[in-house]
């Protein structure tokens, strides 16, 4: 798609205000490369409402592209800038996977060493004892998360997440048995890093990492006052405030950082200032599995197309997200952070890579979520499903619908506007769509639950249950309603 394509095409869509139209013209008119092209991609994004924050786009070491939309504090109307810090999320574990290469580098552990040897509380419980380091840092530990766990992480302190753990035990599968994404096991790198240390999670990354390759504007978020009146606030999907909090529990996520921090740390990857490429090179592999496969490495999800090894992160935390990806062999990075609810960044991503491979890109569609809530608000839920319906017998694709956009629009309905009766309309229809995912009857039970219907709720929960024996929260709420 052509700068001049993008601009017709996004203009029907939504029409640009004049001064960003001339602004796109004039950048078209100057230049037709791949700057240009993204500059336009993202500046139509911003203009639909899809993207506010950050990009930074790298090649070969030099930034091609670096720019900055919309706000970082709506209330007090402080810009969104390239030196923004925000919430990275989950990008977060590149750096815990990275201070425990560290210390193996230094021989202060080992990755197949067991995790009670660092968490003695864990050497009597048979499936925590059975975990090594190396389980954790690939996922392979055989824990679930903490949804499935039942355990809620907010305010949770170490030694609350141990016991919660411990009384959790039978609930893992065997570990190196596959892979399973689990944020409590990266919590428990941290807690790792710490006592190896002898240094809190923070201060290791902070002199160990940030100082040392210029991440100025890098931190970890475990006290309030980390943060400053420059640094992003989180929004959700609807414009509410969704900014999280100070963490005691870092690892799986806790770190603000900035797109032009997060280029230092890319650009530190490529030579040795913090472990050997050997070590780095062990980071980039997925772990084993007995079954299935992973695309899992230390910290990173690896995959590899016709141009090579790449590897990824995205991050996710209360109405922040964040990308990171770096493609090894041709050496070029993007960079995306946001404050504003649930952006297609595996999408914006695509776009991108495609621009820089001189290939066609579609736009991202547009938030379902976002146009039903508006019809919910302006004429009821009943015209809302009938828009749905309109738009699905139309063929429109012009608006995501998928199983996520509708539990998010649920979720905001149930607990953010307080109308449970409209959440478990949303919530039906989900599981009208998605009838085999777990997830979708798990939250229509919530919602029959907060409504009081709880022999609905029940029924819900059990046939989440059935889909999925591993889900925790369902089997927990169902353990709560009997």
Not at 20 to 40: F, N, Q, R
Not at 51 to 64: D, Q
Not at 115 to 135: C, D, G, N, W
Request: charged letters at 20%.
């Amino acid at each position: 798609m052509a700068v001049q394509q993008l601009m017709k095409e996004s203009a029907l869509l939504h029409p640009w205000p004049a001064a960003l139209g001339l602004l796109l013209c004039a950048a078209s008119a100057a230049a037709t490369g791949p700057a240009a092209e993204i500059g336009a991609l993202m500046s139509a994004l911003a203009a639909r409402g899809q993207f506010n924050g950050a990009v930074l786009v790298a090649r070969e070491g030099k930034i091609i592209y670096r720019a900055a939309f919309g706000k970082a504090n709506f209330e007090t109307g402080v810009d969104f800038t390239p030196e923004t810090p925000s919430n990275i999320g989950s990008v977060t574990k590149q750096f815990t996977a990275m201070a425990v290469m560290m210390l193996a580098e230094r021989n202060k552990l080992q990755y197949d060493d067991p995790v009670a040897k660092y968490i003695p509380e864990f050497a009597s419980a048979p499936q925590l004892s059975a975990m090594t380091l190396r389980h954790l840092l690939t996922h392979t530990s055989g824990m679930p998360d903490y949804d499935d766990l039942g355990i809620h992480d907010s305010g949770l302190s170490q030694q609350a997440l141990i016991g919660a753990l411990l009384a959790r035990d039978g609930l893992f599968a065997k570990a190196g048995q596959r892979y399973r994404y689990s944020n409590p096991g990266y919590a428990l790198l941290a807690i790792v890093v710490e006592r190896v240390s002898g240094r809190s999670f923070g201060d290791f990354l902070e002199r160990e990492i940030f100082q040392p390759i210029g991440m100025s504007s890098t931190f970890v978020c475990d006290r309030p006052d980390k943060k400053s009146a420059r640094t992003a606030i989180g929004y959700g999907q609807f414009g509410q405030v969704d900014d999280g909090g100070a963490t005691q529990i870092p690892g799986d996520g806790g770190i603000y950082s900035t797109v032009d921090d997060l280029f230092q740390w890319d650009q530190a990857l490529y030579g040795q200032k913090l472990v050997h490429p050997s070590t780095l090179a062990e980071a980039f592999t997925p772990g084993r599995v007995a079954e299935g496969r992973s695309t899992y490495g230390f910290g990173w999800n690896v995959g590899e197309d016709g141009g090579g090894k790449y590897v990824w992160h995205t991050g996710s935390a209360a109405g922040f997200r964040a990308l990171i990806e770096r493609r090894l062999g041709p050496k070029t990075t993007v960079i995306l952070l946001t404050n504003r609810g649930n952006s297609k960044r595996m999408e914006m991503n695509a776009a991108i890579q495609n621009i820089l491979a001189g290939k066609s890109y579609a736009l991202p569609r547009q938030s379902g979520a976002e146009k039903l809530y508006q019809a919910i608000h302006d004429s009821g839920i009943q015209a809302a499903l009938k828009m749905y319906q309109d738009l699905k017998a139309g063929g429109s694709t012009d608006y995501d619908f998928g199983e996520a956009e509708l539990n998010t629009l649920g979720y905001q309905l149930l607990y953010g506007d307080r109308k449970p009766n409209d959440a478990v309309a949303i919530f039906l229809l989900n599981t009208t769509e998605h009838p085999a995912s777990s997830n979708a009857f798990d939250s229509l039970g919530e919602a029959y639950a907060q409504s009081g219907q709880k022999a609905l709720a029940m029924e819900s929960y059990q046939t989440a249950v059935k889909l999925d024996p591993g889900n925790g929260h369902a089997v927990s709420m169902l353990k709560q309603l009997r």
